[in-house]
Structure formats: C-alpha cells, structure tokens
T-cell receptor, first 116, second 115 residues
C-alpha cells in the first residue's frame, strides 16, 4: 500500500497566484480530510469528504479556498489568489468511513506551501 | 463542539527520563481518543488509540496512555525516553456519531530529548 500521496511536496509561489494541492487517498478509503498546520494555529481541519461528498467545510478560511473530490481516488485543494498568510503545511488524510473511529486517519507527507 | 487541550507546549528531558504528556478534552458524549506523533519533517503517525475496554492502552515504541473518564483525560506516558522520541505529540478526539467522525486535535506538545 502506497499510503496517502500528496503532491507537490514543496510549493513556492508569488502572492496572487493560484495554487493547487493534490491528494490521492488510500485505495478503499472513502473519507478524506484536508488539514493545515502552522506554528500559530496548530492543526486545523479545513474540509472533509465522505464518499466524495463534502460534509463539513466550516474550517475553510475564506472563499479563496476551494476543495474538490471528483472521484474516490483524487482530491484537490485550491487557493486563488494565494496570500503570504496561507503559508503552511497542508496535510491530506484518509480513512474508512464509519470505521475511522477504530483506525484513525492515515496522513500523507504534506505539502509545504510558501507564498512570497 | 469538542475541544482538546494539551497543557504542555514544550517539554525538554534527558534520555532515560520518564515522560508524561497531559491531554484533556471537552465533550459530553462518548469519544474515541488518539495520540499521534510527528517526527521532525514528517507526517503524523498513529501512536495509540482508545475506543473501549481497558482504559490503559499500549501503543507502539513503548508508549501507553490512560483514559480517565471522570477527568476527561487521556495522558500519554513512556517510562524511559530515547533521543529518537524527539517529536511533536498530538492528542485527538473523535466523537462517536452515526454519520461519521472527524478528529479534533490538540495544539501539540513538542518534546526534545537530550542525549
């Protein structure tokens, strides 16, 4: 099992540019979560999907952020336009719906985003 | 909404010392509890979990945690730490609900083990 795969690992972009982060969950998992980690705010849940449907996006900071899950094996988190305060590590995690309480989540390696 | 508090933000100790990290949560219902570890530059990995049964849970790498329901606590312990235990540790809570659960994380505790 390749685990949760995120790309890119590092992204440096200029303020105002569009940024797209990608995630491939573990095959068979049908819950997917996007988290953001910063020194100031720790780990924040941005949005999560069950069976490709967004369930809770209350953590999405503002309209500049959007997330999609077009199929069970792929999700994107887009920031448009990006701002320096968006600089953080973005983690994707997946789990098996309704069993996640028994197994927890499996996290990807994260994307370190720097907006200059 | 549930919340998780980790009271120690930073802990520094020497090898072979004992470690205990505090975690308290606020939620009125039944929860599942987790500890995750994040080694420098890496992603979060599951250390141990509690769902039901024996409140003393043993995890990987010699870690254990005790669930005390009356205190809403789930403290992490290790009797003798190693330099390789240097990492950030996160406590997390997941309420048991019918429609799927999401994890709420504490703020994390950075542990530095000096050789």
């Amino acid at each position: 099992d390749a685990g949760v795969i995120q790309s890119p690992r590092h992204e440096v972009t200029e303020m105002g540019q569009e940024v797209t982060l990608r995630c491939k969950p573990i095959s068979g998992h049908n819950s997917l979560f996007w988290y953001r980690q910063t020194m100031m705010r720790g780990l924040e849940l941005l949005i999560y999907f069950n069976n490709n449907v967004p369930i809770d996006d209350s953590g999405m900071p503002e309209d500049r952020f959007s997330a999609k899950m077009p199929n069970a094996s792929f999700s994107t988190l887009k920031i448009q336009p990006s701002e320096p305060r968006d600089s953080a590590v973005y983690f994707c995690a997946s789990s098996l719906f309704r069993s996640q309480d028994k197994y927890g989540y499996t996290f990807g390696s994260g994307t370190r985003l720097t907006v200059v | 909404a549930q919340s998780v508090s980790q009271h120690n933000h930073h802990v520094i100790l020497s090898e072979a010392a004992s470690l205990e990290l505090g975690c308290n949560y606020s939620y009125g219902g039944t929860v599942n509890l987790f500890w995750y570890v994040q080694y420098p530059g890496q992603h979060l990995q599951l250390l141990l979990k509690y769902f039901s049964g024996d409140p003393l849970v043993k995890g990987i790498k010699g870690f254990e945690a005790e669930f005390i329901k009356s205190k809403f606590s789930f403290n992490l312990r290790k009797p003798s730490v190693q330099w390789s235990d240097t990492a950030e540790y996160f406590c997390a809570v997941s309420p048991i609900k019918a429609a799927g659960n999401k994890l709420t994380f504490g703020g994390g505790t950075r542990v530095l083990v000096k050789p």
